[in-house]
């Protein structure tokens, strides 16, 4: 009795092992063929872990460049090999770069982008604008010899922060809401006028047909931010880069990879537009040369709107990794914007945004977008 059960048991265990691989439906369907020949289909191997490598995003997140050491461990534990930054007063020198990348390198960390700004006459279209030019190509040349590969800019006319507050959000962490409502009518800045905008793009192109060429030669990548918010009209500025068809223009002006983006799916969706579809259109062109990576709920396209965990938003983050992963994009991928969460509270956070949060917030945004990345590039690999 025992070993009839011990039997039956074995033989259900081999059966039920027979059918997970795949065997069960070969030998029914092969009666009378030899054992021998049959083989269980197996699936291609997978090389784990899935890691970053020349032709994946690059885990990146925003860090100041004068960050401590301890810092810098701190997001290197959490799986952070890539620093974006903002850099320092232009000119920039070969010298100042080096720096601050053998600074980062020591740690483990390579710098993958750096912000530039201070040219105002520039984006106003002002007296001066040709020595600020110069210096930008300067700095270009500098970034091109030490080997730093995108470096980012915006050009807003004015970027209208008033309109952000803090919204409560799931168990009574910080979302960050934004109203165009209540602030559309804000005067102009005395310093800074009001401009209309084929005057910017007027002066977005100058400074692109001088610029770009260099970071070209240079082997370097430009990336603009478009405008965050993406309303219309800012303190009575128009605002370009706002909308698909502006960034559509925008890589029209001059044709080089050189002349790119940083694409932001949270923006995008802003705006009412496809994330899906403005990544691929962008990355179809070689123009997407950073990433942010973020989600949001829209209630009204342009001007109202709220940013929300990765997980809770309108975008679907997962389709906009496997565009970028599927087309082999390689620069940096900032899981940008983490909300605000009570451990962080806790330790006295001090957050750019309303509803902006630490490094708890930090830590999640990092571990969402790896899965993210981790689940595409298995699927990729089939």
Known sequence: MSNTRRAFLKGGVSVAAASVLGLTTTCQSNAGTPPATLKAESPTPKTWPLTEGQDTPKMCYWIGRNAEESTLRSYRQIGVDHAAMGGPPIPWTKEDLQSIIDRFESQGMKVILMMIGGFPNTIYGRDGR??????????????????????????????LMEGYHEVEGRGGAGYTGFDYD?????????????????????????????VIPVAEQAGVRMAVHPNDPPIPVSHGSDQILGTFEDWKRLVGIVD?????????????RETGADPVEVCRYLADRDRINHVHYRNVLVERPYEKYVEVFPVNGLVDMFAVMRELVDRNYSFGLYPAHERALDYDRKTGMNAYYPGGGGFAGVTYNVAYARGMMQAALSLKQG
Request: hydrophobic share 35%; glycine share 6%; proline share 7%.
């Open 182 to 210: 209540p602030v559309k009518d804000l005067p102009a800045d005395p310093e800074i006028g009001e401009h209309r905008a084929e005057d910017l793009w007027n002066n977005l192109t100058y400074f692109l047909e001088a």
């Open 130 to 159: 040709d020595q600020e030019i110069e210096k930008v190509q300067q700095s270009l040349v500098a970034a091109g010899q030490v080997g730093l590969p995108v470096v980012e800019y915006n050009f807003y006319a004015h970027r």
């Open 256 to 268: 080089s990879p050189s002349n790119g983006m940083t694409f932001d799916c949270g923006v995008t």
